[in-house]
């Protein structure tokens, strides 16, 4: 315990040039950077972003208007050498004088001032396999943990085994580095060869500088050294409220509503029925009490009339002689919507090209087995079939199209969107991310918001699905689309064989996680304030919530105040669950009269 305030929780994240978006808004997937946004986001820490290409460290980095810290924890990841006219005199200021934390990751430490608060001295940045191995392992940074720290014990490789289809990018490198350092002043709490990997120095009480070293490239592709950073950051800070995602799994389904089933030759099958939909999906779910993400396109390409129709108003006889009646279709969809087992997503507006008319076009006017069985004229936000993006006026209307469209058809607007053919556009103006976040969507394979586009796209779930660290989103089987449905519905419930022990929770819970505002005010008494906004955090105007409150050495049980009511909340090894009751807008978590850790 320590007679002394507690810091704000907000997260100053420093990089050097990571970040190729000059505008600060989309976050590109492929680097350390991406992956650090990607976990603050999921873990609901809140962070600013400074970057020293285009940034210079001063006073008012670290400080308000009041003259007080504006963060609890640096979370440093810019190579110094590479901007050397920066002043890292800011930073030491920040540690030392204005009692802010500090973690520093891999070979980004070379400069005295940092290796001063580290309390390490760097030599130089290695070729080495050897593992990385706990030496205090009962320190709060590492209690619990592997050994080794890099091990490639993964929950979804038994998913995997099982025939999830977890989407996931593996991507281990095993020609590993190793930054070598010399202690001086810090405490060693893991090491890779007999060389210091992970230390922490205590500043003064309570104040922490802690180095994660390893190859700052694939450290984070293990989970116990994203763990390591967890509580590195809690720690930094003094406590953390965090959200935690294991064995949590979202469903998602493509394609009702889609016109390319009744039109291309490869994906042709008869739209579901409301017997198939009950009998198939409702069934199922409600029995196994899951919910499944349905990505729905409202608009139907109609041949005849050469335009964009309400899918769920159409029943005819396609030209392969099968009946298709989406009306029946979207009755069971609202059944499912009544009885709580679907959620309704944009899986854009039709899932087809906008230029249908354009060589070598038209498509209106093509048999069946020419140009209407190219699978490029199905592909919405990027012109596969012309091998050019789709300009971003058009990606927009489209999604505006389609989220009003999916208002009108079942009063629900959705909140995520997922890309017909996972096909986008991506190149700055013509972004498919950046245009769904401007548009208000909040996830497509990754965070989006008003504040960044993190991409992830077109892989669903992003690096860390299926992890402690993010939910897994995984498409349904037979197919992941209403396509295996129709032909082998049987197919289906094997997803509940595969998830046993997992949690089923909607896209708009996961969604509602990652926009919660939360605010930790400084003072001489822990005081959080969360806030669901009526958009992003819809779900939980009439859902609890439940997070991770982290005080590092804490144990036992404590009187935490929610929204001014009494819970007892046991912690263990340093982590307690609170609940917060349904309700938009600001809620309280605090522990009167509490030191601070």
């Not at 396509?483 to 022990?501: A, C, T």
Request: proline share 7%; aromatic share 10%; charged share 25%.
């Amino acid at each position: 315990m320590l007679a002394a305030d507690f810091r704000p929780n907000r997260i100053l994240l420093v990089i050097g040039d990571q970040w190729d978006d000059p505008a600060g808004f989309l976050v590109r997937e492929g680097s350390e950077f991406h992956e650090l946004v990607s976990l603050l986001k999921n873990w609901g820490v809140p962070f600013d972003i400074v970057r020293l290409d285009q940034q210079r460290l001063d006073r008012n980095t670290f400080l308000g208007i009041d003259g007080r810290p504006l963060y609890g924890a640096v979370l440093w990841d810019a190579d110094p050498t590479e901007f050397p006219d920066q002043n890292l005199k800011w930073l030491a200021d920040a540690v030392e004088k204005w009692n802010i934390g500090l973690v520093a990751l891999s070979n980004r430490i070379h400069h005295p001032i940092l290796e001063s608060l580290l309390g390490v001295r760097y030599r130089g940045y290695y070729r080495l396999s050897a593992a990385i191995v706990p030496k205090l392992p009962e320190d709060y940074l590492l209690h619990g943990l592997p050994d080794p720290l890099d091990t490639n014990d993964d929950p979804r490789t038994d998913l995997t085994a099982k025939g999830v289809d977890t989407k996931i990018p593996w991507r281990f490198d095993f020609s590993k580095k190793r930054v070598l350092v010399d202690e001086v002043s810090a405490k060693v709490l893991a090491t890779q060869g007999g060389v210091p990997q992970i230390t922490d120095r205590e500043v003064r009480p309570g104040v922490h500088a802690l180095w994660i070293g390893s190859e700052y490239s694939a450290f984070l592709h293990y989970q116990a050294l994203r763990t390591v950073l967890r509580r590195a950051l809690a720690l930094a800070v003094g406590y953390q409220l965090h959200r935690e995602w294991s064995r949590q799994a979202v469903l998602v389904m493509d394609d009702p509503g889609s016109a390319a089933n009744a039109w291309l030759e490869s994906w042709h099958y008869a739209a579901l029925t409301q017997e198939q939909i009950e009998k198939y999906l409702i069934a199922p779910l409600e029995k196994n009490h899951a919910v499944l993400s349905l990505n729905i396109c409202p608009g139907f390409v109609d041949q005849k009339l050469r335009t964009i129709v309400p899918s769920f108003q159409q029943v005819f006889t396609d030209e392969f002689g099968t009946r298709q009646d989406y009306v029946s279709t979207r009755r069971g969809i609202e059944e499912g919507l009544k009885r709580g087992v679907f959620e309704i997503e944009s899986h854009g507006w039709t899932h087809m090209q906008p230029d249908l008319d354009s060589p070598p076009g038209p498509w209106y006017d093509s048999p069946l087995y020419e140009e209407k069985a190219e699978i490029g004229w199905y592909r919405e936000f990027a012109d596969t079939r012309r091998e050019k993006e789709i300009p971003a006026a058009v990606q927009r209307l489209h999604l505006e199209r389609s989220r009003e469209w999916l208002i009108h058809e079942f009063g629900v607007e959705p909140l995520s969107f997922a890309p017909g053919g996972s096909a986008v556009s991506k190149s700055g103006p013509n972004n498919t991310t950046v245009i769904a976040a401007r548009v208000g969507f909040g996830w497509s394979g990754d965070y989006l918001g008003p504040d960044l586009a993190v991409e992830a796209l077109p892989v669903y779930g992003g690096e860390f699905g299926g992890t402690s660290d993010a939910p897994l989103v995984v498409w349904v089987p037979p197919d992941g689309h209403d396509r295996g449905i129709s032909q082998h519905p049987e197919g289906f419930p094997i997803i509940f064989e595969q998830l046993q022990g997992w949690r089923s929770m909607g896209m708009n819970e996961y969604i509602a996680y990652l926009h919660a505002g939360v605010l930790g005010t400084p003072g001489p008494a822990l005081a959080i304030t969360l806030t669901y906004d009526a958009h992003y955090c819809r779900f939980f105007g009439d859902h609890p919530s439940q997070w991770e409150l982290e005080l590092p050495g804490t144990s036992g049980t404590e009187r935490v105040e929610v929204d001014g009511k009494a819970q007892r909340v046991t912690f263990q090894k340093g982590v307690g669950i609170v609940t917060v009751p349904p309700g938009l807008g600001p809620h309280s978590i605090s522990i009167p009269g509490a030191d601070a850790h």
